[in-house]
Structure formats: C-alpha cells, structure tokens
C-alpha cells in the first residue's frame, strides 16, 4: 500500500492520486489548459509538488485551493487521500444563483435579436 512521503512528484500525478481528478489525463489537460497553478504560477504537467507548496485548481466552475502536507505517486483512497492536503477553498456559491440564471429550452434555436437583447440588458451588457 503507498503511503504519504515528502518527495517531489509530478503536479499532474499529485492532483490524480490525491483523487481531486478522475484521471491523469484530465488532470494532465487541466495544467496543460492553464487551470492548475503553484504557488500562484501557472505551471507544465511535469513542475514537481513537494510539501509545503499551495495548488489552486479551476474545477466544476469554481476554485478549489489546497496546501501540500504529504505526496503520493499512485492513486490513494479517499481516507489516505485527504491526509496529502489541507483543503482552503472557499465555500461553493449558492444553488439559488444558479437557477437565477437565465436559460433557454433545449431545441429552441438561435435567440432572436430581440430575446438577445433582452438578455443583454439582464446581464448589463446594454449599449
């Protein structure tokens, strides 16, 4: 069974064992994509993680921010997981935001230039 150490590893690798990504390709596509940042630098798949180091990820439309306690190179349950990092992401956004979003049905085609306007003066992008 792995257990948590403090050597360096792989940004990529770190963020698919500690189980915040389903995959290391995604994870992988996430740093490559700019949405995975070190000590508040964007960073390459292969930048190396040690304890000690903050990772702020873009995911699910939100930021999760984590401080590095511990690293693993193969994928880690949940319990051991949570062990490598101290979870500082701010709280999720409320659901009611959300549904205060405007939307159209599925199917209904482009907006016309008076719904897009409409929608445009909802969101204050009015001229």
Request: aromatic share 6%; net charge positive; hydrophobic share 35%.
């Amino acid at each position: 069974m792995t257990q948590p150490d403090g050597s360096a590893v792989r940004i990529d690798v770190w963020l698919w064992a500690v189980r915040i990504f389903k995959t290391r390709s995604q994870a992988a596509e996430a740093v490559r994509a700019g949405h995975a940042k070190l000590n508040e630098q964007a960073v390459k798949a292969a930048t190396q993680v040690v304890p000690g180091d903050h990772v702020r990820v873009w995911k699910d439309h939100r930021y999760l921010e984590f401080e590095v306690t511990a690293t693993v190179r193969k994928r880690v349950g949940a319990p051991i997981a949570r062990q490598c990092y101290i979870d500082k992401s701010p709280p999720p956004p409320p659901m009611d935001i959300f549904a205060t979003m405007p939307k159209r049905d599925r199917g209904a085609g482009r907006p016309t230039k008076k719904e897009r306007r409409e929608t445009d003066r909802l969101l204050g992008r009015e001229r």
